[in-house]
């Protein structure tokens, strides 16, 4: 994996720091992503840095960085609140633009999820946000604050202690928050939602997820952390996040190779091309007027953005079998309703070229006839689907001419 610092400013013309994450090839980038670190903490928090990692290591891009007055970061913290970390998350969204291309993911962690379900709305390339550990509203935070609340209002200013540090709250900082105590920008959210937590996190109780979920729109999903603490601190469960958010966003992005902004190769009937998507098992597929895309599941180092290479035969003979039936059918005028094919190869592709002299390999075709038909038509569908085209070549032992080609 590959690191770039890159800087931008704030609202306030501020430098802020920003660390991003990318595969080592251009080219195998399929998205960008912009994460936002929890309450008081920085881009170099081990969950933000692992799940940043992970995620680029499955071809997304991420973008972390330090909030106004922290981190690297200029400004002083104790002149933020909540209204500028949506600010702050804007102009990173922007600078990521300008420098490489729009995020697509938001990825907010503790309070950074209650900011980017605020930012969200101000982007218009997000497709897909997640939250991780976090509260419905920025609100939440105010417990944090209660034995200085009083000082805070009179004095306008208190030094409150947060883990292991000390920071100044300022009486803004309280006005501010009490702005966001509704859910209503959950309800507006125009994108995908992902919500992680855990149910044994000590520090906002998973009744906050229950309050996102229930607030947002479809498409949303609810996946539990189950014994993890509120910082990922294991570092098992911050790639399970990563793993899971790179499966979940890809059926929601607009991937950097799709059908409309790929250029079509130049084939003739009957021909196909295969390329690379990224340097791991993602392949784009184009005949003369189509686009597919070829993967590996997760568990094998894919990305799990398409089928697998066997997934594709069988559907080739699936397909086959199922057009070859109908046609049959239709000129014969048989009372064929619908049809359907499930196939299923017993070998492991995991396990290819493991004991191969002992190994059969095996493809079994279940179909499924529906319809007034007697069992002599059956019978005789049966047999048709045998000689389908791709059945015929499968058995036939087909030559397999390869060349090098310039």
């Not at 990224?278 to 392949?283: C, I, K, M, P, S």
Request: hydrophobic letters at 40%; proline letters at 3%; glycine letters at 6%.
């Amino acid at each position: 994996m590959k690191k770039i610092k890159l800087e931008f400013e704030n609202s306030n013309g501020e430098k802020l720091a920003g660390l991003l994450e990318l595969p080592e090839q251009k080219e195998d980038i399929s998205s960008y992503a912009l994460f936002a670190h929890c309450f008081t903490c920085g881009k170099d928090i081990a969950a933000a840095s692992r799940i940043s990692r992970a995620l680029a290591a499955q071809g997304i891009a991420v973008l972390r960085f330090d909030f106004t007055g922290l981190g690297n970061s200029d400004g002083d913290f104790a002149n933020t609140n909540f209204s500028s970390n949506i600010e702050d998350l804007i102009l990173a969204a922007k600078a990521l633009e300008a420098q490489y291309r729009a995020p697509q993911i938001l990825i907010g962690h503790s309070l950074g999820g209650a900011a980017v379900l605020g930012a969200a709305a101000n982007l218009d390339s997000i497709k897909a946000v997640v939250t991780i550990g976090a509260p419905s509203t920025a609100q939440h935070v105010s417990h944090l604050f209660q034995e200085k609340a009083g000082q805070i209002q009179q004095q306008g200013e208190a030094v409150v202690k947060l883990g292991a540090r000390e920071f100044s709250i300022k009486k803004q900082f309280l006005d501010d928050i009490d702005r966001y105590s509704s859910t209503e920008k959950i309800r507006d959210l125009d994108a995908a939602l992902l919500v992680f937590h855990s149910p044994v996190d000590a520090i906002v109780s998973i009744d906050e997820a229950a309050s996102i979920y229930q607030a947002a729109r479809h498409p949303k999903s609810f996946i539990s952390l189950d014994r993890a603490d509120h910082l990922l601190s294991k570092a098992a469960d911050a790639e399970y996040v990563a793993a899971t958010i790179a499966s979940w966003a890809s059926r929601y992005l607009d991937l950097q190779m799709d059908e409309e902004s790929s250029e079509k190769p130049d084939l003739v009937d009957g021909e196909v091309l295969i390329s690379e998507l990224n340097h791991q098992f993602l392949r784009g597929m184009y005949s003369t007027s189509h686009f597919l895309r070829a993967d590996e599941p997760l568990k094998y180092g894919g990305s799990d953005l398409g089928p697998t290479p066997y997934d594709l035969l069988l559907m080739s003979l699936g397909a086959c079998t199922s057009m070859t039936l109908r046609m049959y059918a239709n000129r014969k005028k048989l009372p064929l309703e619908d049809v359907t094919i499930r196939l299923l190869h017993e070998r492991v592709h995991a396990e290819d070229c493991v004991d191969c002299n002992d190994k059969i390999e095996r493809i079994t075709r279940k179909i499924t006839l529906v319809g007034d038909l007697s069992e002599e038509q059956r019978h005789r569908l049966l047999e048709i689907a045998d000689m389908c085209p791709v059945h015929r070549t499968l058995e036939s032992d087909p030559q397999i001419v390869s060349r090098l080609e310039d």
